[in-house]
């Protein structure tokens, strides 16, 4: 099981070839969720995290990496998650539309993604 502070958590992930690191201020209860395959709790509160490293290749799309969506490997970032999608309506879908945009729209996990440096898209 995972042991998680209760509000300011580091989180290693690894993948093929590095190890990355997420900073988060959710609880552990999400993100227990999360790595259970479950859904996380009702969010009442506006909640963030960032990877100043930058992440993986990842299906912006769906959660679980299905072969069909938008792949993007975002550069450092924070991800935003609000109690509702009310406040994202009007954000992008497309990474590639430069500056925020909605990540993983339509699933308990969805979540604005705020690029902290530019790059080519």
């Known amino acids: 099981m995972l042991e ?5 958590t580091t989180l290693f992930l690894s993948n093929s070839s590095t190890s990355r690191a997420i900073v988060t201020t959710r ?8 790595f259970s395959g479950q859904n ?3 969010r009442t509160t506006v909640g963030y995290s960032y990877m100043l490293r930058g992440d ?7 959660p679980s990496g299905g072969p069909s969506g938008i ?19 009007n954000l992008p879908r497309d990474p590639n539309a430069g500056g ?13 993604m705020v690029p902290l440096t530019d790059r080519d898209r």
């Open 4 to 8: 998680l502070q209760k509000y300011q």
């Open 27 to 34: 609880k552990a209860s999400s993100l227990e969720a999360l």
């Open 40 to 42: 996380p709790p009702a």
């Open 56 to 62: 993986a290749l990842v299906n912006n799309d769906d």
């Open 71 to 89: 792949f993007d490997q975002e550069g450092p970032h924070i991800m935003i998650l609000f109690p509702t999608t009310d406040e994202i309506a």
């Open 100 to 112: 925020p945009y909605v990540m993983w729209d339509l699933t308990p996990l969805v979540h604005v």
